[in-house]
T-cell receptor
Framework: KNEVEQSPQNLTAQEGEFITINCSYSVGISALHWLQQHPGGGIVSLFMLSSGKKKHGRLIATINIQEKHSSLHITASHPRDSAVYICAVNSGGSNYKLTFGKGTLLTVNP | DAGITQSPRHKVTETGTPVTLRCHQTENHRYMYWYRQDPGHGLRLIHYSYGVKDTDKGEVSDGYSVSRSKTEDFLLTLESATSSQTSVYFC???????????FGQGTRLTVV
């Protein structure tokens, strides 16, 4: 079992819909990252959080440390949001180690 | 955007040849990492560096070596490329182990 599990693996939505992508992890962490990767493109950091909630534009990320769960929400989705969204956790300590989920492929249709 | 550049962006090479990928940063971040991305897998850490001449292995380091002779450059070398090393390689940087990571655009390597 992967230490980081994302759901769903694939998600198709209509423009304007509210999107939720989930991430569950099994290890203790110091931080959780949400990343975005467009097809054939590089990886962009969206959020890094260790507690509570962060918001940037139409994107909202939440984390529940006790439940070892995080969600990424996209409000008023747009076709340009179509990408792979990746959850990664930092187990902390002096040596850096990010453990990645396999990603969620989001397709937003106009 | 964080100043991080990977070169080359695409490369096709033959089995058994040596290959070096370069990651260059202008952010003066201490930590640099090499990952590979393959279908069905999440990103996996190959090697990382926590300072000039300070490097350590990641989870998939076999067949790879790295060097960091100055802060801004982190080189990944495949001593003798194999088809299993066909992948997309990403470099990342971060100021500390627990701060935001910034990724390069990736290098698509094909070993034929």
């Amino acid at each position: 079992k992967n230490e980081v599990e994302q759901s769903p693996q694939n998600l198709t939505a209509q423009e304007g819909e509210f999107i939720t992508i989930n991430c569950s992890y099994s290890v203790g962490i110091s931080a959780l990252h949400w990343l975005q990767q467009h097809p054939g493109g590089g990886i962009v950091s969206l959020f890094m959080l260790s507690s509570g909630k962060k918001k940037h534009g139409r994107l909202i990320a939440t984390i529940n440390i006790q439940e070892k769960h995080s969600s990424l929400h996209i409000t008023a989705s747009h076709p340009r949001d179509s990408a792979v969204y990746i959850c990664a956790v930092n187990s902390g300590g002096s040596n850096y180690k990010l453990t990645f989920g396999k990603g969620t492929l989001l397709t937003v249709n106009p | 955007d964080a100043g991080i550049t990977q070169s080359p962006r695409h490369k096709v090479t033959e089995t058994g040849t040596p290959v070096t990928l370069r990651c260059h940063q202008t952010e003066n971040h201490r930590y640099m990492y090499w990952y590979r991305q393959d279908p069905g897998h999440g990103l996996r850490l190959i090697h990382y560096s926590y300072g000039v001449k300070d490097t350590d292995k990641g989870e998939v380091s076999d067949g790879y070596s790295v060097s960091r002779s100055k802060t801004e450059d982190f080189l990944l070398t495949l001593e003798s490329a194999t088809s299993s090393q066909t992948s997309v390689y990403f470099c990342a940087i971060s100021r500390t182990p627990n701060t935001e990571a910034f990724f390069g655009q990736g290098t698509r390597l094909t070993v034929v």
